[in-house]
């Protein structure tokens, strides 16, 4: 059952992703807890989807990462100059990690972890003519498992930028 939940939630983020239209789409790397490619899609002015694939090796858990959640903006709640704000936003979503893991005998096996996230993050948008722009971000997700049998705790924390076209 867990693997058909996270094989649909991807199948549908990447459907997202596909058919997004080209004004509300940007890409972008990060670096930190994970580090890797990254995506947003405003859906609308509030609401954002955004996920990312990358690879956990600062602390664990480490191994391949990929995340889909979706963000509320608040976007003039902290003034950063006369008539310009920097827009925070909080949300929830999913991710997996998938890892290498050496059983008795010598033997790899490739395990995972599903956890629930929290995004808390916020951006600088830097208009480069009309249309697009690329955004400077920052981050902080925590995370708690969702399945087994340990409930583990961790945070995701990275930097990075984003072109939006």
């Given at each position: 059952m867990?693997r058909?939940?996270?094989?649909?939630?991807?199948?549908?983020?990447?459907?997202?992703?596909?058919?997004?239209s080209?004004?509300?789409f940007?890409?972008?790397?990060?670096v930190?807890q994970?580090?890797?490619l990254?995506?947003r899609?405003e859906m609308?002015?509030?609401?954002?989807?955004?996920?990312?694939?990358?690879?956990?090796?600062?602390?664990n858990?480490?191994g391949i990462?990929?995340?889909?959640?979706?963000v509320?903006?608040?976007?003039?709640?902290?003034p950063i100059?006369?008539?310009?704000y920097?827009?925070?936003y909080?949300?929830?979503?999913?991710?997996?990690?998938?890892?290498?893991s050496?059983?008795e005998?010598?033997?790899?096996?490739?395990?995972?972890?599903?956890?629930?996230?929290f995004?808390?993050?916020?951006?600088?948008?830097?208009?480069?003519n009309?249309?697009?722009?690329v955004?400077?971000?920052g981050?902080?997700?925590?995370?708690?498992?969702?399945?087994?049998?340990d409930n583990?705790?961790?945070?995701?924390v990275?930097?990075?930028v984003?072109?939006?076209?």
């Amino acid at each position: 059952m867990k693997r058909v939940l996270l094989t649909a939630f991807f199948v549908v983020a990447l459907l997202c992703a596909v058919t997004v239209s080209a004004d509300s789409f940007g890409i972008g790397v990060g670096v930190g807890q994970p580090s890797g490619l990254n995506f947003r899609y405003e859906m609308t002015y509030e609401m954002s989807l955004q996920g990312g694939a990358g690879y956990a090796f600062l602390w664990n858990p480490k191994g391949i990462y990929l995340n889909l959640d979706l963000v509320y903006f608040f976007r003039k709640l902290l003034p950063i100059g006369k008539g310009n704000y920097l827009p925070i936003y909080v949300g929830g979503g999913l991710c997996e990690v998938l890892w290498l893991s050496e059983e008795e005998e010598g033997k790899k096996t490739l395990a995972s972890l599903t956890a629930i996230e929290f995004p808390i993050g916020l951006y600088y948008p830097i208009p480069l003519n009309g249309k697009n722009h690329v955004e400077i971000y920052g981050q902080v997700r925590p995370s708690v498992s969702l399945f087994g049998e340990d409930n583990r705790f961790f945070v995701s924390v990275d930097l990075g930028v984003r072109f939006h076209f």
